[in-house]
């Protein structure tokens, strides 16, 4: 019943864009943190970004910041994350999670903080 279904992925060349879409079911995303992590062939899963519930704020890696933009739209109940100047090295499964927040703590990059996950979108920069 609670569902997150994640879109967008594909092949992209370096230097390029790609806008993947996180769309939740069952539950309302303005309650939850929500986060997007990704995980290499053969690397840990890692948080890329996240934004908080209630409009606390957002949170990114270092390795993506000023590059990548996590946002909500409430009315469709989705989460985007827009990528631009995209690297080989961003080339991963990307999913995205949510957990249920109460209150006004700034939402973190740590998979095992969230309960809800998508099934993956792969994301692959080549030329």
């Known amino acids: 019943q609670l569902q997150l279904v994640e879109s967008g992925g594909g092949l992209v060349q370096p230097g390029g864009s790609l806008r993947l879409s996180c769309a939740a079911s069952?539950?309302?995303?303005?309650?939850?943190?929500i986060g997007w992590f990704r995980q290499a062939t053969g690397k840990e899963r890692e948080g890329v970004s996240c934004?908080?519930?209630?409009?606390?704020?957002?949170n990114y890696a270092d390795s993506v910041k000023g590059r990548f933009t996590i946002s909500r739209d409430n009315a469709k109940n989705t989460v985007y994350l827009q990528m631009t100047s995209l690297k080989p090295e961003d080339t991963a499964v990307y999913y995205c999670?949510?957990?249920?927040?109460?209150?006004?703590?700034?939402?973190?990059?740590?998979?095992?903080?969230?309960?809800?996950w998508g099934k993956g979108t792969l994301v692959t920069v080549s030329s």
């Open positions: 999670a949510a957990v249920f927040k109460f209150g006004f703590r700034l939402c973190v990059l740590n998979p095992q903080s969230m309960n809800y």
């Open positions: 069952g539950f309302t995303l303005h309650t939850h943190d």
């Open positions: 934004t908080s519930s209630r409009g606390v704020g957002t």
